[in-house]
């Protein structure tokens, strides 16, 4: 099975410019994005949570499959990064960006929980795992991607994904699938 000709979001192709411009190197794919998209759509009225903002390219995938009553807080420490999110999703009342550290972000939000959580930074993934598995509603969606060797791991990458999948694999609180697909995505379902 081939991948289809993949329809990028609105802003997409700005959003990649603006990345180049500043040699954003850490962009998710094509894959993850649809894939994203195809997930976000799942959940009318959902509470989506992006942890990584980056420049914003996956979170034009995300909030291009809201519907009118879902909305997102997306985060990265990043000002650099953020000033080219927030330029194409500063009038969109249904998106939140923050600039602040993820994981002290996690430590200390109070609020809702939520239907689906990307989290594509160290926070929420290598750091503050449970927190980030906390936050999710029954039945809500964890993604994560870059789980096969990409060429821009750190050094000695290996072994952190190795201990993150044994982490997941050893909750009885989800159910997970590991897909060869794309850069490695593990798609988690919280459990009651
Ligand atoms: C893989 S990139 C995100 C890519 C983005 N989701 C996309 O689709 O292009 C990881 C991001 O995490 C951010 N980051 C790294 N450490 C962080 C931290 N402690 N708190 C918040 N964000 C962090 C980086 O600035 C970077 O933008």
Redesign the pocket.
């Known amino acids: 099975m081939t991948d289809s000709i993949i329809c990028t979001p609105a802003d997409y192709a700005s959003i990649q410019r603006e990345s180049q411009k500043i040699n954003f190197s850490?962009?998710?794919d094509l894959q993850t994005g649809s894939l994203l998209r195809t997930l976000v759509a799942s959940k009318p009225a959902g509470r989506f949570l992006?942890?990584?903002?980056?420049?914003g390219?996956?979170l034009s995938w995300i909030v291009g499959a809201m519907d009118a009553k879902s909305s997102i807080i997306s985060?990265?420490?990043?000002e650099e990064?953020l000033a080219i999110a927030r330029s194409f999703f500063k009038d969109n009342s249904r998106v939140t960006i923050l600039c602040t550290?993820?994981?002290q972000w996690l430590q200390q939000y109070q609020g809702d929980k939520f239907d689906l959580i990307f989290a594509?930074?160290?926070?929420g993934k290598y750091s503050n795992l449970d927190l980030a598995l906390e936050l999710l509603v029954p039945g809500g969606l964890y993604i994560i991607d870059d789980m096969l060797p990409q060429p821009n791991w750190p050094e000695n990458h290996q072994g952190n994904v190795d201990s993150l999948i044994a982490l997941l694999e050893a909750r009885t609180d989800v159910q997970l699938t590991k897909m060869n697909w794309s850069t490695g995505i593990i798609i988690v379902t919280k459990i009651g």
């Not at 992006?50 to 420049?55: P, Q, V």
Request: aromatic share 8%.
């Open positions: 850490m962009p998710s992006e942890l990584g903002t980056g420049t390219l996956s985060i990265d420490n990043s990064y550290d993820g994981n594509d930074a160290w926070p």
